[in-house]
């Protein structure tokens, strides 16, 4: 059975940084492939982030250039290291993984969220 549990979320002022991380734990084949979504009031999901089997990493336009995401295989944990935050930032971030990337698009599994706050 896998799970998906994040941590590190939290507030932080516009400009600040953050980083939130997610344990799996069950099959690492598969969660071999992890990314980020996260959703704001209001919006729809978005996908911020992906990180494929091979360390090949994707990133949301709206986040590109500011946030990194990585994973520690032997911990099976996946981080996203979230610099110059902004307001619009503000979301609950969820973990989810796959057996391979391109099923991110709709992963099988996911983890409960963390809240992230940037304040102006």
């Known amino acids: 059975q896998v799970q998906l549990v994040e941590s590190g979320g939290g507030l932080v002022q516009e400009g600040g940084s953050l980083r939130v991380s997610c344990l799996a734990s069950?099959?690492?084949?598969?969660?071999?492939?992890m990314g980020w979504y996260r959703q704001a009031p209001g919006k729809e999901r978005e996908l911020v982030a992906t990180?494929?089997?091979?360390?090949?990493?994707d990133y949301a336009d709206s986040v590109k250039g500011r946030f990194t995401i990585s994973k520690d295989n032997a911990k099976n944990t996946v981080y996203l290291q979230m610099d110059s935050l902004k307001s619009d930032d503000t979301a609950v971030y969820s973990c989810?993984?796959?057996?391979?990337?391109?099923?991110?698009?709709?992963?099988?599994?996911w983890g409960q969220g963390t809240r992230v706050t940037v304040s102006s």
């Open positions: 989810c993984a796959a057996a391979v990337a391109t099923l991110l698009t709709r992963p099988p599994y």
């Open positions: 990180i494929s089997s091979r360390g090949s990493t």
């Open positions: 069950g099959s690492k084949l598969a969660t071999a492939a």
